[in-house]
C-alpha cells in the first residue's frame, strides 16, 4: 500500500519513521505497542523505516528519528521529533487539537 493510500483513513493512521540503527527508536516499540493495545482499533500505528523508504522520509521531510507524524483524512494533524511516553502519545492521538 501506498503512504498517500495509508494516510486517507478517517481513523487516526500515528507514522513512526525510524531506523534500526537507532536507539530511541528501538525503545520507542514497546511504547508504540502499549498504545496499540489501549487504543486498539481507534488508531493504526506503521512503522517505516527511513533506509529502507527514502524517498517518503525525503517528501515528508524527515531529518531525525524518531518521527512520529499522525495523520487522518489525508491530513497531518501533528507531528514531533524524539521519544514520547506512552501517556503523552494517547491522549495527543485522542485529542489531537
Same mark, same amino acid.
Given at each position: 500500500?501506498?503512504?498517500?493510500?495509508?494516510?486517507? !483513513?478517517?481513523?487516526?493512521?500515528?507514522?513512526?519513521?525510524?531506523?534500526?540503527?537507532?536507539?530511541?527508536?528501538?525503545?520507542?516499540?514497546?511504547?508504540?505497542?502499549?498504545?496499540? !493495545? !489501549?487504543?486498539?482499533?481507534?488508531? !493504526?500505528?506503521?512503522?517505516?523505516?527511513?533506509?529502507?523508504?527514502?524517498?517518503?522520509?525525503?517528501?515528508?521531510?524527515?531529518?531525525?528519528?524518531?518521527?512520529?507524524?499522525?495523520?487522518?483524512?489525508?491530513?497531518?494533524?501533528?507531528?514531533?521529533?524524539?521519544?514520547?511516553?506512552?501517556?503523552?502519545?494517547?491522549?495527543?492521538?485522542?485529542?489531537?487539537?
Amino acid at each position: 500500500m501506498k503512504f498517500t493510500e495509508l494516510i486517507q !483513513s478517517e481513523k487516526p493512521v500515528l507514522i513512526d519513521f525510524f531506523a534500526e540503527w537507532c536507539g530511541p527508536c528501538k525503545m520507542m516499540g514497546p511504547i508504540l505497542q502499549e498504545v496499540k !493495545s !489501549s487504543l486498539g482499533d481507534a488508531v !493504526s500505528i506503521v512503522k517505516i523505516d527511513v533506509d529502507k523508504n527514502p524517498q517518503v522520509a525525503q517528501q515528508w521531510q524527515i531529518q531525525g528519528v524518531p518521527t512520529l507524524m499522525l495523520f487522518q483524512g489525508g491530513n497531518m494533524i501533528w507531528r514531533r521529533s524524539g521519544m514520547m511516553p506512552k501517556h503523552e502519545l494517547i491522549r495527543m492521538i485522542q485529542q489531537p487539537a
